[in-house]
């Protein structure tokens, strides 16, 4: 199966998919997520529009807060321009794309015109103006939470597609745990059994991903990992160390006690649900091995 996602300023080249598009009804594939398909010019490949109520929201937030970051630095670098610190022109645009560049989901948002100015007095000064982009704010109003697929299966129907298409997501996300969720540095592989090596890494990382998703379900958690691990990692554990001495002799040996910190009271209700009991005390390696 291949599947290929496009951007919200991608659109398909064809009239009669992008009529295709606008014309047929949504169905609904899960809660809070609608497709419409669309069969390609050729026959040989769909596309599927889908918007998601969630994605729609978190978007609009996301841009929101690019938005009013922008705005602020276009602020600053307009006011700089007009005391007279900021002089060069090439400076000023390479302050600009560096804005752009950090609030890049907000980039098209403003038309920014840059010219010099000259005073009465002879002096040469910047000029910074900006204004809002009108279309890019109607895009983005129609565009947030929606999405174009497109694949090669033409005789499935929309839910089936949903499922496959979340299916090979997940495939794709168990290579990025390694990197992301186990912060392993990624290592360039030239040898076969070096890449056996990270595939066996990368399948077991993505097996104990999906085994605590499913604890989680089961206990009534959802089904989002990271939401727990970040919980846990909270949950420190320290060395207590202590110098023992023989009466009226040489030092003894000295005592190593690893003990756990109290979780609070999220962490407990954590804990409970998942049938977790912390313990006061781990022990540590070399003592294992004493027994």
């Known amino acids: ?37 669309v069969p390609g010019p050729d026959g040989t490949e769909t596309f599927i529009l ?35 610190r900021l002089k060069d022109a090439g400076e000023a645009r390479e302050r600009l794309g ?16 840059i010219a010099p100015l000259e ?29 174009l697929l497109r694949t090669n299966l033409v005789e499935t129907d929309p839910a089936t597609l949903w499922k496959r298409y979340i299916q090979l997501t997940e495939a794709e996300w168990a290579f990025r ?10 290592v360039w592989h030239q040898t076969a059994d070096r890449v056996k090596g990270h595939i066996l890494v990368c399948f077991l990382a993505y097996a104990m991903w999906k085994t605590l998703a499913q604890w989680m379900r089961g206990a009534g958690l959802g089904d989002a990992p990271r939401t727990v691990l970040e919980e846990f990692a909270r949950i420190k554990s320290g060395d207590v160390v202590l110098a023992t001495r023989l009466a009226n002799g040489p030092p003894g040996k000295t005592l190593r006690l690893r003990c756990v910190t109290s979780p609070d009271e999220g962490q407990k209700v954590l804990l409970c649900r ?5 313990p006061q005390r781990l ?7 004493q027994m």
């Open 98 to 113: 560096r804005l752009r560049e950090r609030y890049w989901r907000a980039a098209g948002a403003f038309d920014v015109t």
């Open 1 to 37: 199966m291949a599947m290929r996602g496009y951007s919200r300023d991608s659109r398909p080249d064809c009239p009669q998919v992008c009529m295709g598009l606008v014309e047929r009804d949504w169905q609904e594939v899960q809660a809070g997520v609608e497709v419409k398909l």
């Open 283 to 289: 022990r540590r390696i070399d003592e294992v091995a």
């Open 177 to 186: 745990i390694t990197k992301d969720e186990l912060a392993i540095r990624p």
């Open 274 to 278: 998942l049938g977790l009991a912390l």
């Open 50 to 84: 889908a918007r998601s109520r969630g994605r729609r929201a978190k978007e609009k937030a996301m841009h929101g807060r690019f938005l009013d970051r922008l705005e602020e630095g276009l602020k600053k670098l307009v006011a700089s321009a007009a005391s007279g």
């Open 119 to 147: 005073k009465p007095e002879g002096k040469m000064r910047l000029s910074v103006t900006w204004k809002r982009n009108g279309r890019w704010g109607e895009w983005a109003a129609v565009s947030e939470g929606c999405y």
